[in-house]
């Protein structure tokens, strides 16, 4: 009854630790786009697994199962707490880090490109508007 929900987290859990691993040591790497579709699959594996055995007893499930089980189940769900916990906080200053590189091409290109207007209000006065700077990004890196 379990043993699928087990294994999707412990495969979960194994997947998070290496990419916090490999994002610990390069901000990016070829897989990491496969990574994160595998942990969407094993999310949702999870989460239909959970939804399943509800369905067929909502109020005792987790009672239901026998101590050594229990006991599995409780080491699965630790794992993959704190290897949530420390891939989030990869991928949270990765994110950071990212908007912060953003802002400072954004800053340069708009240094460069003096893309700054000026326009007379109605009562003559000048108002100026910088347009921000044009910037692609090439997501194939």
């Keep these: 009854m379990t043993e699928q929900l087990i294994d999707a987290m412990v495969s979960l859990t194994h997947i998070m630790e290496e990419e916090s691993d490999r994002l610990g040591r390069a901000p990016y790497f070829p897989e990491l786009p496969e ?3 595998a942990k969407l699959r094993l999310t949702g594996r999870i989460e ?3 939804a399943r055995m509800k369905r067929e007893a909502p109020d005792d499930w987790a ?3 026998d101590p050594e089980t229990r006991e599995t189940l409780a080491e699965a769900s630790r ?3 704190d290897a949530s916990a420390v891939n989030a906080r990869i991928l949270a200053r990765q994110i950071e880090l990212s908007v912060e590189m953003m802002g400072a ?3 340069e290109a708009q240094r460069l490109t003096g893309s700054r207007s000026m326009t007379y209000g109605a009562c003559g006065g000048l108002g100026g508007m910088d347009a921000p700077a044009p910037i692609s ?3 194939r890196l």
Aim: avoid cysteine; proline fraction near 0%.
């Design 79 to 81: 794992g993959l707490r």
């Design 48 to 50: 239909a697994e959970v």
């Design 63 to 65: 009672e239901r199962l």
């Design 105 to 107: 091409i954004a800053a």
């Design 35 to 37: 990574i994160a579709q």
């Design 137 to 139: 990004i090439n997501a």
